[in-house]
């Protein structure tokens, strides 16, 4: 039996359609990464409008991808139940489906307009990084994305979690690892980073910052998947273990040559529009 403590995953209804908290959580994290990078994009010279406009087609196609790379990674199931590959509203979304293809639409996008498509993902990717951060409390209300077993002690007395936390944990009768928060907190710290070093002038050239995120988040996830429990699996391999160590050995090795080669790339801090007024 759930414990009676969890958070009902059903907001409130409008008009008698339940309106749950993880889209609010989703709806409020695209909110803050359009918000944060369309002031950067003020910031530097160019017009906010274009990550708008962008978001239209990069948020309609992530989710799609998103849905799409779930239904591939499950196909037996959803051959055999071909009306449920639709019905997103039933859970199947994953994240880095989302990320690949709502990325890959970013990028095109930003070259179909003229601009260079690295300094727009420079400037997107630590706010992406944010609202994986946020998202992952969606999760946590909805009771899902967890990890193994664990004992009451471990979550009170190891993690010093908050009590809402510890009986979010409590599912049928067991508690379980909260990895929602682990990938969370390591996402949070991944924008503080992110930020930080993108920030110091001349430190990191266009393009850097995007293989930052290709290294820090798929670093921190290949080992919070291998605690949960409803990977999608690969034969006898974890799909997002196999991707994520995909990406971080590649965006490792692209990272590293760009160094030996920097001079051909512009500095992020020196990549400004035509409406770029210093503030010295």
């Known amino acids: ?51 708008l406009d962008s978001a239209v087609w990069t948020i309609l196609i992530g989710f799609i991808g998103a849905r799409v790379y779930y239904v591939l990674f499950e196909l037996d199931y959803y051959l055999q139940n071909p009306g449920e590959i639709l019905q997103i509203w039933n859970g199947g979304i994953a994240i880095y489906g989302g990320v690949i293809a709502g990325g890959l639409t970013l990028y095109f996008y930003a070259k179909s307009k003229k601009m260079d498509p690295l300094f727009v993902t420079d400037t997107v990717a630590p706010y992406l990084l944010l609202a994986q951060a946020i998202g992952r409390w969606g999760n946590f209300v909805n009771q899902e994305a967890h990890g193994g077993e664990v004992t009451l002690e471990f979550l009170q007395d190891t993690l010093h979690l908050p009590q809402f936390i510890v009986d979010g944990m409590h599912i049928d009768g067991a508690y379980y690892h909260p990895t929602f928060l682990y990938e969370s907190v390591w996402n949070i710290l991944g924008v503080a980073v992110l930020l930080f070093v993108r920030s110091r002038n001349k430190t990191l050239r266009i393009g850097d910052t995007t293989l930052l995120y290709l290294i820090w988040y798929p670093f921190g ?13 690969w034969g006898p391999f974890r799909v997002s273990q196999v991707l994520s160590a995909v990406l971080f050995i590649g965006a490792l090795l692209i990272f590293a040559a760009r160094r030996m080669n920097d001079k051909y790339y512009e500095y992020y801090s020196e990549h400004n529009g035509p409406a770029y007024k210093s503030s010295k």
Do not use: H, Q
């Open 1 to 51: 039996m759930m414990n009676i403590a969890a958070i009902d995953p059903v907001a409130f209804d409008i008009f008698g359609w339940p309106i749950r908290w993880y889209g609010i959580f989703i709806g409020a994290a695209i909110l803050l990464a359009l918000t944060f990078a369309s002031r950067d994009f003020r910031r530097k010279g160019w017009d906010e409008e274009f990550i």
């Open 221 to 233: 996830r290949f080992f919070i998947e291998g605690l949960r429990t409803d990977s999608l699996w």
